[in-house]
């Protein structure tokens, strides 16, 4: 069974509940008009029984009317819009008298039906609404009158009326459901929209956008959430094409200083001296590539939020010393000055592992962009509901147009002046990502031959 349209889908549930709902108000409106019409025949009937009522009198066990060739004359003189029809009987049921327009026709008595009630009956072909009311002497029934009235017209209104209505039931739902599908395709447009832009984009083309509705209604916000959404895929490809351009780009320069490094070392034979050299100078380039791999691996590995974090109790102070004697070499060979101010005992609930690699890469760099005879300050201090970690080195600094790139991959502030510093660019793109991953707030200032600070701040909602 072939499946609707959403445009038509749409439209057939609005007509089924307009179906529902015009059935109701036709059948009210053929009801009231039913009441009425049937109402205003009641109230003459009444009239008429009490008008003729007044016309006849009781003599003993029998009843006569008063006037009865007046009565005969009035009626035959009538002009018969919506016809009366008026018998006398006696209870016996044999009639006494009957109006001229009744002809050869009598009015049926009807014994089972209540008295003063008005029901419908016929008077051969004809439809009519019929009463019986008796007559009494004292207490006692002497005989009835017996009034109907025609319902010819009252049935020509309403079969007229039901016609209409079920002529225009179906008119007005197969218009209401062109209106409505109309109505849905242009409510619908931005899906098509949608479908349309979803199409056309691939992965060599994420700059196509939905156009978004003028209405701010539901869907506005999923186009722009779609849009949204595209945005972050966009930024997300283009970050792992130049992330792949990049590591590319440093993956192949150790292995290519490596191989020219070998091919003049094969060229001649050489002295034991030189092939030490240039086999220890290989022999470094090989351990920053292991390091550069490393890197991206760690980096790879924390990128979807896919690692589960071990949360303890960590030694803030421990952590920081722990880092600075594995720093003693470049610390003696620098002769840089360190200093730790610590004025109590700090504790944090966080991964150990994770926060050693941020204080790592942290001071690591910090003591890589430090001339000799520089100073290192670590503190530790509590400000308020939460403990910030400062690392304060004099080095070489960071150019104010640059701060904003520093936790880009692969970029290095003022590495381009110092050949001599080596480096992948990854580590603070590390410290970044680590620090989102451990709820830690990182800012980094800087001025240029004046050094670097970076506060690391633990919220209270970290600590135990």
């Excluded at 007005?172 to 109505?183: G, K, Q, T, V």
């Excluded at 896919?306 to 010393?321: D, R, S, W």
């Excluded at 480096?423 to 050094?451: H, M, Y």
């Amino acid at each position: 069974m072939p499946q609707l349209s959403f445009k038509n889908r749409i439209a057939s549930h609005y007509i089924i509940t307009t179906a529902l709902l015009i059935f109701v108000v036709f059948f009210i409106i053929y009801s009231i008009v039913r009441f009425s019409v049937y109402s205003h025949v009641n109230t003459d009937i009444s009239i008429e029984v009490e008008k003729h009522l007044t016309e006849i009198e009781v003599v003993g066990n029998s009843f006569h009317l008063i006037h009865e060739e007046e009565w005969k004359e009035r009626e035959h003189n009538t002009l018969d819009v919506n016809p009366v029809f008026i018998q006398f009987i006696d209870k016996k049921g044999v009639v006494i008298e009957k109006s001229p327009n009744l002809k050869k026709q009598t009015l049926t008595y009807f014994s089972k039906k209540i008295d003063n009630e008005v029901f419908d009956t016929k008077l051969e072909t004809n439809t009519i609404r019929q009463i019986q009311v008796p007559i009494y002497q004292k207490t006692k029934v002497i005989g009835y009158i017996l009034i109907a009235m025609s319902l010819e017209d009252a049935s020509l209104v309403l079969n007229n009326l039901s016609e209409v209505l079920i002529i225009v039931y179906p008119l007005i739902l197969i218009l209401l459901f062109f209106i409505a599908r109309f109505i849905a395709g242009r409510s619908i447009k931005p899906i098509s929209a949608i479908i349309k832009t979803s199409n056309v984009i691939t992965k060599d083309n994420l700059t196509s956008r939905i156009p978004m509705p003028q209405n701010r209604d539901e869907l506005f916000v999923l186009s722009q959430t779609i849009n949204n959404l595209l945005d972050r895929i966009e930024t997300a490809v283009e970050r792992e094409k130049q992330f792949t351009s990049d590591a590319s780009h440093e993956l192949r320069t150790p292995l290519t200083v490596i191989k020219g490094t070998l091919e003049v070392l094969i060229r001649k034979p050489r002295d034991a001296a030189e092939y030490e050299e240039k086999i220890n100078f290989c022999v470094k380039e090989v351990n920053r590539l292991n390091h550069l791999v490393d890197q991206l691996l760690l980096l790879a590995r924390f990128e979807n939020q896919k690692q589960t974090l071990k949360i303890e109790k960590v030694y803030l102070n421990a952590i920081f010393l722990d880092t600075i004697a594995r720093s003693s070499s470049t610390i003696q060979s620098k002769k840089i000055t360190v200093s730790a101010e610590f004025s109590q005992d700090y504790f944090i609930e966080t991964d150990s592992y994770l926060f050693s690699i941020i204080i790592n890469n942290l001071i690591s760099n910090a003591l890589k962009y430090s001339n000799s005879d520089d100073s290192l300050t670590i503190k530790i201090v509590s400000n308020g509901a939460k403990i910030e970690c400062h690392i304060i080195d004099s080095g070489i600094g960071i150019p104010s147009e640059d701060l904003e790139r520093i936790f880009n991959q692969f970029y290095r502030s003022k590495s381009s002046d110092h050949p001599e510093i080596k480096g992948t660019g990854l580590g603070l793109s590390i410290v970044s990502r680590l620090c989102s991953l451990l709820n830690i707030t990182v800012a980094i200032t800087s001025q240029e031959n004046k050094g670097t600070t970076v506060i690391l701040s633990l919220f209270e909602a970290d600590l135990k």
